[in-house]
């Protein structure tokens, strides 16, 4: 059966979940139009994340791949539009590491683009009441970094891929006033959307 890769991310920047993780490991081992899904945390550890990814591709030789991070503070789910081949990071990563204005890959393109149907996922979330935009920049943090290493690694295959931040999830935001949240269900609902287009349109 063909392979759908969904990876989340674990806990950074002082909080105790990643919703990136929260929402996707849930669908470890469904099946879904006859794709089965695999779901995978990584780091949030520039260069760890992306050696850890590269062996999942290669153990799991998935035909699709989606990574998903958390976005604290945004007010959509942000369907990424395009990885840059940057690593500059506001904070250090879970493992003390903060590059500066460093190049992720000296051989690879300036960009590259998502191969998800972004335009269509877009109308169909936001037609089911889900906050939804297309993002010009996963910044340049480790969100950006494995999307880059991504898109780099898939770029001459079949497989398809791309980045999708999410907001936080409701219970993260307890104690932070006035920050947008989205509760599970519908996160859950989003990605059973996303899944479901992109697995129809692979077919
Ligand atoms: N978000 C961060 C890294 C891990 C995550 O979930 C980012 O946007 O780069």
């Known amino acids: 059966m063909k392979k759908i890769l969904l990876t989340g991310f674990e806990p950074f920047a002082g909080e105790e979940i990643n919703p990136s993780w929260e929402v ?13 899904i695999v779901t995978k945390q990584l780091p949030t550890v520039f260069y760890d994340a992306k050696d ?20 604290g503070g945004s007010k959509t789910i942000r369907l990424e ?30 960009a590259y683009f998502s191969s998800l149907p972004l335009r269509k996922l877009h109308d169909l979330l936001n037609n089911e009441n889900i906050p939804t935009s297309i993002s010009l920049s996963a910044g340049s943090y ?11 690694i898939i770029k001459d295959s079949n497989t398809i891929g791309g980045f999708i931040h999410i907001p936080y999830l409701d219970i993260q935001v307890k104690n932070k006033k006035a920050t ?10 989003a990605i059973e959307i996303i899944l479901n287009t992109i697995t129809k349109e692979s077919n």
């Not at 996707?24 to 089965?36: H, M, S």
């Not at 990071?89 to 460093?102: S, T, V």
């Not at 480790?142 to 780099?152: E, I, Q, R, T």
């Open 24 to 36: 996707v490991k849930v669908f470890n081992y469904k099946e879904i139009n006859d794709y089965q």
């Open 52 to 71: 850890i990814l590269v062996n999942y591709i290669n153990d799991i030789k998935p035909v699709i791949v989606i990574c998903f991070g958390q976005a």
């Open 81 to 110: 539009r395009v990885a840059i081949n940057l690593n500059d990071a506001r904070i250090p990563d879970n493992k003390g590491n903060q590059p500066k204005d460093e190049i992720i890959n000296i051989n690879g393109e300036n």
């Open 180 to 189: 947008f949240s989205l509760d599970f269900t519908t996160l859950n609902k």
């Open 142 to 152: 480790v969100c950006n970094h494995v999307f880059y290493h991504l898109m780099h």
